[in-house]
């Protein structure tokens, strides 16, 4: 099964979780990275959760250079923190409220403390750190309910991929609300976490940076994962070549 990836901007994505808020539509969006594809490559049914996804972001500028090359020849990245960042200035003009999942509590402190003096009339309607590791079924309703008495139009979520994804498919229909993944959003905007320089990312150098800075937690999504997904993609760039050819 191919994973999908949209093609997409910033605007075009606030343009569609708003119509999608609005209309308090239950779905959710993915911003996916080479990590993202590569899980769904091993794991056929979380493949499934990505391609049933309202949206699928082009995350990481990997991506962004293969979609080039098939094609899509003006396609950007649309990164996960940067589109919670957009959001939330969309969702202030247009008074729409937030809710903020995962993470740690001391982060959802800081956060929200972040958020509110970078938009000041951003309402966000609550947060929830849950416990790090499954949660019942009971857990899961009682977050549900939560949410969904908050009032919120727009859940952001940020408990690592694949779990934040799977959450959300599993919410799907239970939550009257837009969810989307953003990862380690929580702790760059937070300021727990530093995100590699700008320069870095525009040259595909964060999972270098990442690995450097996280050498023990990451050097199997990196070092295998990676190599991998250069060889699967250079056969189907050449499949591509190949086709437009003949």
């Known amino acids: 099964m191919k994973s999908r990836i949209d093609i997409t901007s910033y605007s075009d994505a606030c343009d569609l979780i708003q119509?999608?808020?609005?209309?308090?539509t239950s779905s959710y969006m993915i911003a996916a990275n080479v990590h993202v594809v590569m899980t769904g490559f091993w794991q056929s049914e979380y493949q499934k959760v990505i391609n049933d996804a309202a949206l699928v972001t082009p995350d990481g500028m990997p991506l962004v250079w293969v979609m080039r090359q098939l094609g899509s020849d003006r396609q950007s990245r649309v990164y996960g923190p940067d589109l919670m960042l957009a959001w939330c200035e969309r969702a202030a003009e247009k008074d729409l409220s937030i809710y903020l999942y995962g993470g740690s509590e001391e982060i959802l402190k800081k956060l929200t403390q972040k958020l509110s003096e970078q938009f000041p009339t951003l309402k966000i309607a609550g947060s929830h750190s849950p416990p790090f590791r499954p949660l019942t079924l009971e857990e899961e309703q009682q977050d549900c309910d939560r949410i969904n008495a908050s009032g919120a139009s727009v859940i952001f979520v940020a408990l690592g991929c694949p779990k934040q994804e799977q959450w959300m498919a599993r919410q799907q229909g239970k939550i009257n609300a837009v969810m989307i993944g953003v990862g380690a959003a929580f702790s760059f905007h937070s300021g727990e976490v530093k995100q590699s320089p700008r320069?870095?990312?525009?040259?595909?150098?964060?999972?270098?940076?990442?690995?450097c800075v996280e050498p023990r937690r990451l050097w199997r999504r990196y070092l295998i994962n990676n190599?991998?997904?250069?060889?699967?993609?250079?056969?189907?760039?050449?499949?591509?070549?190949?086709?437009?050819?003949?």
């Open 199 to 211: 320069w870095m990312m525009q040259l595909g150098l964060e999972w270098f940076y990442r690995f």
């Open 19 to 24: 119509v999608l808020a609005e209309s308090q």
């Open 227 to 246: 190599p991998l997904f250069i060889l699967l993609v250079s056969q189907q760039l050449l499949m591509h070549k190949f086709q437009r050819e003949a």
